[in-house]
Nanobody, 115 residues
Framework: QVRLEESGGGLVQAGESLRLSCTASINIFSFKAMAWYRQAPGKQRELVGKISAGSMRDYADFAKGRFAISRDNARNSVYLQMNNLTPEDTAVYLC?????????WGQGTQVTVSS
């Protein structure tokens, strides 16, 4: 069974940074693309950004200029660098991957930003 595991969440103050990691149980070249989503309490899950197998990146408007996705194929991992965090960024952040016609999801990691 393919698994994704996120880590790196926590409690930070507004203006600080966090780097989230997502590690896969298989070679990430197996995935057509990998993505980060987030879900805040009472809100719908939303895309933060994605990175293709060829490292093409795409970001949601709120993430442009503050967040950056990268990948380390040797570690089967993708990362989400988040800078200048605000309380509105408080959410569970989830990693997802496209494997053939299916999507694989991690359990998520909590990010809480205090004002």
């Amino acid at each position: 069974q393919v698994r994704l595991e996120e880590s790196g969440g926590g409690l930070v103050q507004a203006g600080e940074s966090l780097r989230l990691s997502c590690t896969a149980s298989i070679n990430i070249f197996s995935f057509k693309a990998m993505a980060w989503y987030r879900q805040a309490p009472g809100k719908q899950r939303e895309l933060v950004g994605k990175i293709s197998a060829g490292s093409m990146r795409d970001y949601a408007d709120f993430a442009k200029g503050r967040f950056a996705i990268s990948r380390d194929n040797a570690r089967n991992s993708v990362y989400l660098q988040m800078n200048n965090l605000t309380p509105e960024d408080t959410a569970v952040y989830l990693c997802a991957a496209a494997l053939g016609s299916e999507s694989v999801w991690g359990q998520g990691t909590q990010v809480t930003v205090s004002s």
